[in-house]
Structures are given as structure tokens and as C-alpha cells.
């Protein structure tokens, strides 16, 4: 065929059903049996549960049943990923509650009123604990124990074997002793996952000559895995139940496989032999999805000519309660991706996971890697101003030279391929940052209230992990085709670009092409979709079986045109023999003959990726900063990342976009806050700072391309990589705004009363120092030649 799709702009195939309202949701399912639930949550961080009494919520008008913990008979669910098993959450709480919004029980009525109606007459007796809500606060030695038989709350760590004892290091650090050495304490606060659809779940039982004993109906980023979650909290094997994710309206890692309340859900379907559904509100929503949320200790030495001598971190992760699988993203992809794209001859690490009685922390797009990338840019343009040189100057002193791929990190990342001074030349080039500073400088010089910033970030960051997807083709007697993969789209685009990659290879109009996915009962197995794995991995799969079926096809059509296989060509329209133009077979045709000797035009693919790929970028950010109120503005932003091969620039500029967005969010505008005694003080979008569509900027979004060689298609991961490069970009460009007063970092966010702030501190000489000594607790934890308890979480 001549030409290719791939590479070219392509509309979405998904956005009509979207757009018209022809998308189904879970809530969106009604059922004349269906029944309705509501929680009963916690309204204490930490409590003893003295008693439930659930006689008068029954006894309410359209109740069909109420269920406490005790009613599931030490039942929990295997979670997705967790800092340790001991920590497993129950579904419904049994003993103490530990968080605000814990699920104590769930009333099940005819209408969602009535339910709502009935929980409020649920009883409880609460015996109020001391909480602790801030990470360091947890590890002090008299701080409240959330489970009192770890006799901390420390629920993993990791401490690297040469932390004491790094050749070449000093006393002080692992750098010689006549380093430069810059220090500052890191605050990545933490966020609110806040997807437009919060979690919902309708578990129907099977009736007795169903195939499957439950179908369930789920927001989930994992079908397959959330489905053998589930089956087996329900004591059933896995092909007895089966769990579609129909449309799902965003995740951001806050949908990882299935959780504690979604088992409830199916205990309670089990019980009344009825389906049933929860969905939750916003507030709930708010309670229950959190990412990021790490203080960073973070210590680099050079030399006089800033080269990186020596890098320290101590990081402390906020799980939250029960073991809350963010909180050990210190100890996995944080640390992980602690060099960034930086020659660093010696890291020293320590980092912990604490227990707070705050809601389980999870995953946020990126999942420990932008916080890996904040800490390592923040320190080089720290370096930068201690030893007078431009940002851009001190990281090609010290990038990793393009030549030096493949490139295995100090941490035991195995880079790819490279070239990390390619987007940042870029960058520079688009966002004409010599013109800018120019600017700036004339500002600075007249003395003006609104100064300007100028922010980079290099990154680099990991995707697609080592591992396995499927993917099918089938070609059907009318020249049809259906594609299925085991990931799971919520809005990337997974139907779109299947489609281009089964177009490209049999020559199949999109529009002839369908799409399957998300549902275990058609779908043979998947991983589902985190850490940007979806097309190097599920699209590599399909390109595979794809390629089978091609083959298959080529000798039904070889015999029909009674010709070698190998004088077969694709063309427009079907097939021909090489050499002899006007004669064509269509797919129908071919199709045909295939059904009519019993050959199936159809297979399958396992892709089995040996290594993870890592994709990286440059991000410039342009912020205005008002000296009187603090107000930070974006003016521009400029985003270069390099994800391989790009299949579809539509659908690689719209995780751009969505990437940035949130990653200049969380620089400028969102935290989640908590009150000394566990009370959520930002829990709806009232005081939960959002942006809007007037907050936003239109964004100069571009790529590299240098493929990756571990897949067919060359192509890295995309859907986290702007969000990495956004974040630290941004706060350096309003730490640069200020840099003339004598700022030398703002904590994000970087609202308008710490920058207000900073700047009046900075004028009245009263700046506090970036960095302070950090907790005691990094003395005590073992190194892993000691039996430190590392874990590596799962990334999502």
C-alpha cells in the first residue's frame, strides 16, 4: 500500500458517542429490580468503634438491608497494591475507624432517597483517638499509632547499603569535601485525583443457568484485574464472574483495579440476590481518590565548575491510612527516578513510608515520578544560583550525553535511548528565552510590580514496564474488521489509534474497524492501562496479530488469484499480484473464500516488552508575578516530549495539554488540606482550588521523536510525561521571578500568600532558610543489607 497512516492527524473515532450522549456509564444503568446503596461514613479520624446499631435504618420504609462489618465475616479484599499486608483495609470498618470518610456500613433501598433516608438513622458509638495528620508528625516516637502492634508509623522503608559509606564521599555527604553543596526541604503536596466520574459499581447476581455467578458493571483502569480482585473476595473463580467497564470518565490512577467499597457492594448483591449500585458523590469523591504527597530532604554537592560530585535524599511518603500504596512511592518510583537525566556518580537514599489518619493515598497521573523530577530540578536550579550560572548552562554541564545509550542509572533504572539536550534546545528555541529575559531584565530595572519568571524542567521518566499484553484481529465475512486489547481506555484514545494500526496494516478503512475492549467475558486478558503503557504494549499486540492475519489473508489470496504468496501485495482495496495491475481482491471477497476452507481470519498476540521504556522532555514556563498580592499568572508555556515514535500528534497534543494542565495545577493551585484533628478542610470544589477554563493557557505543545527499539512500533508512553515536566517547571519560573529579591524556593502550591509572603520576608531580611534537619527517624530505619522492609509498589 502507498503510504502510511501512522504518523499523521487523525480524528478521534470516539468523540461522537461522546459528544451526543450516546456513552453509557455505570451510573447511567437502570434495572426495574436494581437496587440502591449508600455508605455510612466516619465522621472521626480516629476512633474506636464502640458500637452500630443499624435496628431503626432497617426497619425505614424501602430498606431491603443494612451491613456492618461483622456481617462480612473478616472478609477483605486483596488490594491493588498496599505498604504492607498487615495494613489491609476492611470494607466495612471493624474495630476503630482511621480515617474521615472510612465506610462503617451501607444501607441497601429500593431509591437512592430512601437509602440516603435510612443511613442517617444508622447508630454508631465512637470513642475518639488522638490522630496524627502530618507525615513527619507521624514519625516522631510519641506520635498516635495507627495500629498499635507495628509499634510505629513506619509502614515501609528503604535505605540505601552505602547511605554511610559512598566512595568518594566525606563526613558530611557523598561528595569529596571541598564541594558546593546546596539543601532544601521539598514539600509535593497532596492532591485530589478529582476525575469527572468518582467511583461507581452495579454487581448483578446471575440467575441459576447464567454463565457467570456476578456481572459486574465498574470504573476501573483494570478490568481483568479488579475482576479477579473481586471474584475472589465473592469465593468464586475467576471465569465465574464477569466485569465490563463501560465508558469511564477519567481515572488519573485513582480507578486502580478495585477497592474495598466496591467488595461491599458485591456482598451486598450476594446477600439480597439483587443487583445493586453505588456511585459515589463528589464529596465522597473528594474523600476518596489522593495522590503525590512527600516532604523531600534533597542535598546536592558539585564543584566549582558545576559538575553533579554527589546527590543525598531522605524522603518521607504519606500513605495515609491503611498502608495507602502512594505513601511508598519513595521507595519505589521515586527513587527509582531520582537521577533524572543527570551524570550523578553517587546517590545516598533513605525514604519511608508513614501511616496518617488521613485517607489512603494512591496514585496521580505519574505515580512517584513528577516527584522524583520537582526534587532533582529544583535542586540544579538551586545549584544554578549559588554558582552563578543559567539553568539551561548547569544541565548540559551535567545531562547524560546522547552517546552514552543504553544508560543504567545509580538507582537501577536502565534508560533506553536518549538524546536529553534535543527538547531542551528545542524548548529554548520556541520559547525565544533570551527575549524573555530581556524582559524580564527591563522589569527588574524599573522596578515594576509584576515581574516576569522564566522556569525549565528536564525530565526523564519510565513507562510501559516490563510486561505482557493482548491484542487481537478478526476480519469478518463482509471485510469488517474487530480489534480488541487488554488495556482499558477512559479517554486516551485506545479505539482511535487500535484502529490506525490495523488500517496501516491490512489496508481496512477506519471506519470499517471496531473496537472491543474492557469487558473479561470478550476480552481474554489484560493488564488494563497505568504508567503510559497502552500503546507500546497493547498496540504492539494488535500490530502483531494484525500482521498474522495479513499472512493468513495473503495465501487465501494467492490461491485465488493463483499466484506465489509471496507476489501478493496489499493495496488500495484488497489484494493484487505484483506486476499485473487492474486485478484486484477485496478483503470481502478474501474473506469469503477463507470462511469457505475453514481458515479463521482472525488471531491473537501476547507482547511481551523486556524492558520498560523512558520517555523525556523539556518544559519552559513563563509566569507573571504580582510583588503586591502574590498573584501568579501563566503567561506561556512551552512543552517538548519525546515519546518515541508518534502514531497519532492529535492524541499525543491532547495528553499534552490534559498533562500540562494538571502538573501547572498542582505548581499553582491545588492542595488538599487537613485540620489538626484529620477534618478535610478542602473536600468540595468550593474550596478545593480547581481551575477552571479561564485559569488556562493555550500551551505550545511539540515532540522529538527518538524511537524506542524495544517495541515494533518505537513508541514510548505519553499520557504522564507533560504532567513530570509541567510541575517544576512552573515553580522554578516563579521562584525565578523573585530571585532578584533573594527568593530561593516558595513551597507549592505557590498560592498568592506564599508568594505575598516570600516576597515581604525577602524585603524585610527576614527569609527563613529552604532547608531544616529532617526527621530522626531516617537514623533508626535498617539499610536493605540490614533487612530494611523496601517495597516496590506497583506503578498505575
Given at each position: 500500500m502507498p503510504g502510511s497512516l501512522l504518523g499523521t492527524v487523525v480524528r478521534r473515532v470516539e468523540d461522537p458517542d461522546l459528544l451526543v450522549g450516546r456513552s453509557t456509564f455505570v451510573d447511567n444503568m437502570q434495572a426495574a429490580d436494581l437496587l440502591h446503596a449508600v455508605f455510612v461514613r466516619s465522621p472521626f479520624a480516629h476512633a474506636g468503634l464502640?458500637?452500630?446499631?443499624?435496628?431503626?435504618?432497617?426497619?425505614?420504609?424501602?430498606?431491603?438491608?443494612?451491613?456492618?462489618?461483622?456481617?462480612?465475616?473478616?472478609?477483605?479484599?486483596?488490594?491493588?497494591?498496599?505498604?504492607?499486608?498487615?495494613?489491609?483495609?476492611?470494607?466495612?470498618?471493624?474495630?476503630?475507624?482511621?480515617?474521615?470518610?472510612?465506610?462503617?456500613?451501607?444501607?441497601?433501598?429500593?431509591?437512592?432517597?430512601?437509602?440516603?433516608?435510612?443511613?442517617?438513622?444508622?447508630?454508631?458509638?465512637?470513642?475518639?483517638?488522638?490522630?496524627?495528620?502530618?507525615?513527619?508528625?507521624?514519625?516522631?516516637?510519641?506520635?498516635?499509632?495507627?495500629?498499635?502492634?507495628?509499634?510505629?508509623?513506619?509502614?515501609?522503608?528503604?535505605?540505601?547499603?552505602?547511605?554511610?559509606?559512598?566512595?568518594?564521599?566525606?563526613?558530611?555527604?557523598?561528595?569529596?569535601?571541598?564541594?558546593?553543596?546546596?539543601?532544601?526541604?521539598?514539600?509535593?503536596?497532596?492532591?485530589?485525583?478529582?476525575?469527572?466520574?468518582?467511583?461507581?459499581?452495579?454487581?448483578?447476581?446471575?440467575?441459576?443457568?447464567?454463565?457467570?455467578?456476578?456481572?459486574?458493571?465498574?470504573?476501573?483502569?483494570?478490568?481483568?484485574?479488579?475482576?479477579?480482585?473481586?471474584?475472589?473476595?465473592?469465593?468464586?473463580?475467576?471465569?465465574?464472574?464477569?466485569?465490563?467497564?463501560?465508558?469511564?470518565?477519567?481515572?488519573?490512577?485513582?480507578?486502580?483495579?478495585?477497592?474495598?467499597?466496591?467488595?461491599?457492594?458485591?456482598?451486598?448483591?450476594?446477600?439480597?440476590?439483587?443487583?445493586?449500585?453505588?456511585?459515589?458523590?463528589?464529596?465522597?469523591?473528594?474523600?476518596?481518590?489522593?495522590?503525590?504527597?512527600?516532604?523531600?530532604?534533597?542535598?546536592?554537592?558539585?564543584?566549582?565548575?558545576?559538575?553533579?560530585?554527589?546527590?543525598?535524599?531522605?524522603?518521607?511518603?504519606?500513605?495515609?491510612?491503611?498502608?495507602?500504596?502512594?505513601?511508598?512511592?519513595?521507595?519505589?518510583?521515586?527513587?527509582?527516578?531520582?537521577?533524572?537525566?543527570?551524570?550523578?556518580?553517587?546517590?545516598?537514599?533513605?525514604?519511608?513510608?508513614?501511616?496518617?489518619?488521613?485517607?489512603?493515598?494512591?496514585?496521580?497521573?505519574?505515580?512517584?515520578?513528577p516527584e522524583a523530577a520537582a526534587l532533582i530540578e529544583r535542586l540544579i536550579d538551586l545549584a544554578a544560583d549559588e554558582l552563578g550560572l543559567l539553568p539551561e548552562e548547569i544541565r548540559r554541564r551535567n545531562l547524560i550525553p546522547k552517546d552514552a545509550f543504553p544508560y543504567d542509572t545509580v538507582t537501577g533504572a536502565h534508560y533506553d535511548v536518549g538524546d536529553f539536550d534535543l527538547p531542551l534546545r528545542e524548548a529554548l528555541r520556541i520559547a525565544d528565552v533570551d527575549a524573555v529575559r530581556a524582559e524580564q531584565a527591563r522589569r527588574r530595572e524599573a522596578g515594576g510590580v509584576k515581574q516576569l519568571g522564566v522556569g525549565l524542567a528536564t525530565y526523564v521518566e519510565i513507562t510501559g514496564f516490563a510486561g505482557t499484553e493482548f491484542g487481537s484481529v478478526e476480519v469478518h465475512a463482509d471485510g469488517s474488521a474487530t480489534v480488541s486489547a487488554g488495556t482499558s481506555a477512559h479517554g486516551q484514545g485506545h479505539a482511535t489509534s487500535f484502529a490506525m494500526i490495523v488500517s496501516d496494516r491490512l489496508g481496512i478503512p477506519m471506519e470499517r474497524i471496531s473496537f472491543v475492549q474492557s469487558d473479561t467475558a470478550l476480552v481474554r486478558s489484560g493488564g488494563g492501562t497505568g504508567g503510559s503503557r497502552s500503546l507500546q504494549l497493547g498496540g504492539s499486540a494488535v500490530g502483531r496479530a494484525a500482521d498474522k492475519v495479513l499472512d493468513r489473508a495473503r495465501e487465501v489470496a494467492a490461491k485465488l488469484l493463483e499466484a506465489s504468496g509471496a507476489d501478493i501485495d496489499l493495496v488500495d482495496g484488497g489484494f493484487a499480484v505484483r506486476g499485473v495491475p487492474g486485478v484486484t481482491l477485496g478483503w470481502a471477497k478474501v474473506a469469503a473464500e477463507a470462511a469457505a476452507e475453514?481458515?479463521?481470519?482472525?488471531?491473537?498476540?501476547?507482547?511481551?516488552?523486556?524492558?520498560?521504556?523512558?520517555?523525556?522532555?523539556?518544559?519552559?514556563?513563563?509566569?507573571?508575578?504580582?510583588?503586591?498580592?502574590?498573584?501568579?499568572?501563566?503567561?506561556?508555556?512551552?512543552?517538548?516530549?519525546?515519546?518515541?515514535?508518534?502514531?497519532?500528534?492529535?492524541?499525543?497534543?491532547?495528553?499534552?495539554?490534559?498533562?500540562?494542565?494538571?502538573?501547572?495545577?498542582?505548581?499553582?493551585?491545588?492542595?488538599?488540606?487537613y485540620d489538626t484533628e484529620g477534618n478535610p478542610l478542602t473536600a468540595t470544589f468550593a474550596d478545593y482550588t480547581l481551575p477552571t477554563a479561564a485559569d488556562t493557557i493555550f500551551y505550545d505543545a511539540t515532540n522529538t521523536e527518538t524511537p524506542t527499539p524495544l517495541n515494533p512500533l518505537g513508541a514510548k508512553g505519553i499520557g504522564e510525561s507533560a504532567t513530570i515536566g509541567s510541575t517544576p517547571a512552573v515553580q522554578n519560573a516563579v521562584v525565578d521571578a523573585l530571585s532578584h529579591l533573594g527568593v530561593r524556593h516558595v513551597d507549592m502550591p505557590c498560592t498568592p500568600e506564599r508568594v505575598w509572603r516570600a516576597v515581604e520576608q525577602a524585603r524585610s531580611g527576614t527569609l527563613p532558610d529552604p532547608w531544616r534537619e529532617p526527621p530522626a527517624r531516617f537514623a533508626t530505619i535498617p539499610s536493605d543489607s540490614e533487612g530494611g522492609s523496601v517495597t516496590h509498589s506497583a506503578e498505575v
Open positions: 464502640v458500637s452500630v446499631d443499624t435496628a431503626e435504618a432497617a426497619a425505614a420504609p424501602g430498606v431491603v438491608a443494612v451491613l456492618t462489618g461483622a456481617d462480612l465475616d473478616g472478609r477483605t479484599l486483596e488490594p491493588f497494591a498496599i505498604a504492607d499486608p498487615r495494613l489491609t483495609q476492611p470494607p466495612l470498618a471493624v474495630g476503630k475507624v482511621r480515617y474521615v470518610g472510612q465506610a462503617v456500613a451501607l444501607v441497601v433501598a429500593e431509591s437512592r432517597a430512601q437509602a440516603v433516608d435510612a443511613a442517617e438513622l444508622v447508630e454508631i458509638g465512637y470513642d475518639p483517638l488522638p490522630a496524627v495528620v502530618d507525615m513527619e508528625e507521624a514519625l516522631a516516637e510519641d506520635a498516635p499509632l495507627q495500629f498499635e502492634e507495628l509499634g510505629s508509623n513506619v509502614a515501609a522503608s528503604r535505605k540505601d547499603d552505602d547511605m554511610d559509606r559512598q566512595l568518594g564521599g566525606s563526613a558530611e555527604g557523598p561528595w569529596p569535601a571541598d564541594a558546593r553543596v546546596v539543601r532544601v526541604r521539598i514539600e509535593n503536596q497532596r492532591v485530589a485525583t478529582a476525575p469527572m466520574e468518582g467511583h461507581a459499581v452495579l454487581v448483578r447476581p446471575g440467575r441459576p443457568d447464567d454463565e457467570h455467578e456476578l456481572s459486574i458493571w465498574l470504573t476501573t483502569q483494570q478490568p481483568h484485574m479488579a475482576r479477579d480482585q473481586l471474584a475472589a473476595f465473592a469465593g468464586l473463580p475467576p471465569e465465574r464472574v464477569r466485569l465490563i467497564a463501560p465508558h469511564v470518565g477519567g481515572a488519573f490512577g485513582g480507578k486502580a483495579g478495585a477497592n474495598a467499597e466496591h467488595a461491599v457492594i458485591v456482598a451486598a448483591a450476594q446477600q439480597v440476590g439483587r443487583p445493586v449500585k453505588w456511585a459515589e458523590t463528589r464529596s465522597e469523591s473528594m474523600l476518596s481518590m489522593h495522590g503525590r504527597g512527600q516532604v523531600q530532604y534533597a542535598e546536592l554537592g558539585l564543584s566549582d565548575e558545576g559538575r553533579i560530585l554527589g546527590m543525598r535524599l531522605r524522603i518521607v511518603g504519606d500513605c495515609g491510612a491503611y498502608g495507602g500504596f502512594g505513601g511508598t512511592f519513595p521507595l519505589g518510583g521515586t527513587y527509582l527516578m531520582a537521577q533524572g537525566v543527570y551524570e550523578i556518580p553517587r546517590i545516598a537514599y533513605a525514604g519511608i513510608a508513614a501511616l496518617t489518619n488521613t485517607a489512603p493515598v494512591g496514585a496521580f497521573r505519574g505515580a512517584g515520578r475453514g481458515v479463521a481470519l482472525a488471531d491473537t498476540d501476547d507482547f511481551t516488552a523486556s524492558h520498560a521504556t523512558f520517555p523525556f522532555g523539556c518544559h519552559v514556563s513563563i509566569v507573571e508575578v504580582d510583588t503586591e498580592t502574590g498573584e501568579v499568572t501563566p503567561v506561556r508555556h512551552v512543552a517538548v516530549d519525546d515519546c518515541g515514535r508518534v502514531l497519532n500528534p492529535l492524541l499525543v497534543e491532547g495528553q499534552q495539554h490534559g498533562g500540562a494542565l494538571q502538573g501547572i495545577s498542582q505548581a499553582l493551585w491545588e492542595e488538599f488540606v
